[in-house]
């Protein structure tokens, strides 16, 4: 009986830890169920959530070459699944040309290097049109070290990229726009360095009202304008007058001197050159014609300009577009000239030493400049001015004008004309000790030059140069000499003393 006990003991023990294992295997399988259905949810939100933060998937079998994408991705593409094979050349012939090797390159250095893959390419779609992919990726690597598959996602970045380049050119035109404002302010802060003769046209003869009638009458257009004139005359400020009354005024009016430069430069300073066009280029440079665009250049002494030159200048006047000095990019700009020489420019023509077209060109609308000795009436206005200026300036107070001093000063010829005058003045204004004006020059009345009709350009020229020498006691140049009387500079006043034979005695 106590056996029996025993076996039924040990029996029903049996039973009761079997129940348990049972019931124990089958909690276990319950919660590995569960544990199961809840990672199979956790991977299915994964997927979705790199399904909604990318514009598709893709798996590349290294060893097959197969490749399969994501539904989404071809739809981006516009392609089906036959017109885009499971291929990894599919991919590759629709790459942008110069996407093809910073790809591959990416590709080579994760597979071989295992550097992170991420590359930006474009990829062209079925309408043609070419977009912008940003793709991440990650191989697996077999026993032997070799890749063995490699899987990534994509995401469509042409919008982004888009508004990249549509920032990139926006910035780029500031700084285009920004280098021609630094541009025309290095100019204007050359040009305020300089004092001009006189602020305004001062006048009331005629002459000079005949001047300003035809100022207004051509301002308001932009048609070119050439002034014509004797040296010292004012053409500058005429053509300063036409572009501060036309609708251009805000703009600076540009000037630039034909004859001050040499000839191997003035290329460069009208039209600009690239990097290395020259010995010395070592950057690109805009021409004046580029800074001046939307505004008024003046060219002065436009009869100095070199003939080899002149085709260039009569092509951005006529069609409004030109090429830097080594370029070969057309600029298109809006620019009026304004050109002004004291030289006879249809004699130039006749000697061949100035194009014809470009002549016609120019003279759509002549504006001559009265020398001063044909317009003595505004001797006196002008004396007043330029007494009160230059004594203002030197600290100086003149007070009167004796009527023997004025008499003489209407009654000289000017060559040098109202620059002549004021040089003049500022001796005067410098010697006179007292409130009157003391004039020192010794200024011969003027006679009558028969023979100046028989004579040639030349001939006439030389002459001219001669007396402003003798004038000057044969001081070429510095403050008073006969360069800053003629308007020339030193080297150009020289060039042509040695080409008339010009010598001091």
Same mark, same amino acid.
């Given at each position: 009986?106590?056996? +029996? ?171 285009? +726009? ?328």
């Amino acid at each position: 009986m106590n056996a +029996l006990s025993t076996v039924i003991i040990v029996l029903a023990f049996f039973c009761v830890v079997v129940t348990l294992f049972v019931i124990g295997l089958l909690v276990q399988r319950m919660r590995h169920g569960r544990a199961q259905e809840e990672f199979r949810k956790s991977e299915e939100r994964s997927l979705l959530a790199l399904a909604s933060s990318t514009d598709g998937l893709w798996d590349w079998n290294i060893q097959s070459g197969a490749v399969s994408y994501s539904d989404r991705f071809r739809e981006i593409l516009g392609f089906s699944l036959a017109e885009f094979p499971a291929t990894m050349e599919a991919l590759r012939s629709r790459l942008h040309p110069e996407d093809v090797e910073k790809t591959w390159a990416a590709i080579d250095r994760h597979l071989k290097g295992r550097v992170p893959f991420k590359v930006e390419y474009r990829l062209q779609a079925k309408s043609g049109t070419y977009l912008w992919f940003l793709a991440r990726g990650q191989a697996v690597w077999g026993p032997a070290g070799d890749a063995v598959w490699m899987s990534g996602w994509v995401q469509n970045i042409t919008e982004r990229r888009q508004a990249h380049l549509d920032l990139k050119a926006a910035l780029a035109e500031v700084k285009r +726009l920004k280098d021609n404002l630094e541009a025309e302010r290095a100019y204007l802060q050359e040009e305020i360095k300089l004092e001009y003769n006189y602020e305004n046209i001062i006048g009331q003869s005629d002459e000079i009202n005949y001047v300003l009638y035809k100022v207004e009458q051509i301002a308001a257009t932009d048609t070119t304008v050439l002034v014509l004139g004797e040296t010292g005359t004012g053409k500058e400020l005429v053509a300063r007058a036409v572009h501060s009354l036309s609708p251009r005024k805000d703009r600076a009016l540009v000037k630039i001197n034909c004859a001050t430069l040499p000839a191997n430069l003035i290329e460069s300073e009208l039209f600009g050159h690239e990097k290395g066009a020259f010995t010395g280029a070592y950057a690109r440079q805009m021409g004046r014609f580029e800074v001046v665009n939307g505004a008024t250049l003046f060219l002065d002494e436009i009869g100095e300009l070199p003939l080899e030159l002149q085709p260039k200048l009569l092509r951005v006047i006529q069609d409004g577009e030109f090429e830097r000095l080594g370029g070969s990019q057309t600029i298109k700009v809006d620019v009026r000239v304004i050109a002004a020489t004291n030289r006879h420019l249809e004699e130039e023509v006749r000697r061949g030493r100035f194009r014809e077209d470009l002549w016609y060109r120019l003279n759509v609308f002549p504006i001559t400049v009265p020398p001063l000795r044909e317009r003595r009436e505004d001797i006196a206005l002008l004396v007043d001015y330029f007494v009160g200026k230059i004594s203002k300036r030197l600290g100086k107070s003149i007070e009167s004008i004796p009527i023997t001093v004025m008499n003489t000063l209407r009654d000289y010829h000017w060559p040098g004309n109202v620059r002549e005058l004021e040089n003049v003045l500022e001796r005067a204004v410098i010697n006179s000790s007292g409130p009157k004006l003391h004039l020192v020059d010794e200024l011969k009345k003027s006679r009558p030059d028969l023979t100046v009709v028989s004579k040639t350009l030349d001939e006439v020229e030389r002459d001219y140069i001669v007396r402003v020498l003798e004038q000057t006691g044969w001081k070429v140049s510095g403050k008073n000499g006969a360069a800053e009387i003629l308007g020339l500079d030193r080297s150009t006043l020289r060039t042509r003393m040695r080409k008339l034979g010009i010598v001091k005695p």
